[in-house]
């Protein structure tokens, strides 16, 4: 599985922007995408995850309520619509994707492909 992000970029805090990340090979069989940030000096976070299968969704409590994300199975493609932006959003965002359980969408060892980060700056 390859993952392409896009997205991204510099924002005002309270500002909104959407990443996106399509996968491509095999997309089948419990797949799970998601997103997890890290930012200088801190361990990486979990985000947000979708399962394709099952249609289960998990946020973290730090973004539940700012952020939604949504997938496109046709395109086996999600998006990350980040509203009401704050600069502790600040971070280094990464897809990742994976054949796990609904049980594991938080836990990023259990995701075997990452896509390559995007930065995400929110301005004070």
């Known amino acids: 599985v390859q993952l392409q992000a896009s997205g991204g970029g510099l924002v005002q805090a309270g500002g909104s922007l959407r990443l996106s990340c399509a996968a491509s090979?095999?997309?089948?069989?419990?797949?799970?995408m998601g997103w997890f940030r890290q930012s200088p000096g801190k361990e990486r976070e979990f985000v947000a995850a979708?399962?394709?299968?099952?249609?289960?969704?998990d946020y973290a409590r730090s973004v539940k309520g700012r952020f939604t994300i949504s997938r496109d199975n046709a395109e086996s493609t999600i998006y990350l619509q980040m509203t009401s932006l704050k600069p502790e959003d600040t971070a280094v965002y990464s897809c990742?994707?994976?054949?796990?359980?609904?049980?594991?969408?938080?836990?990023?060892?259990?995701?075997?492909?990452w896509g390559q980060g995007t930065q995400v700056t929110v301005s004070s």
């Open positions: 990742a994707a994976g054949h796990l359980q609904d049980l594991d969408l938080e836990d990023g060892s259990e995701y075997h492909y």
């Open positions: 090979g095999d997309t089948h069989s419990s797949f799970v």
């Open positions: 979708i399962s394709f299968t099952s249609g289960r969704i």
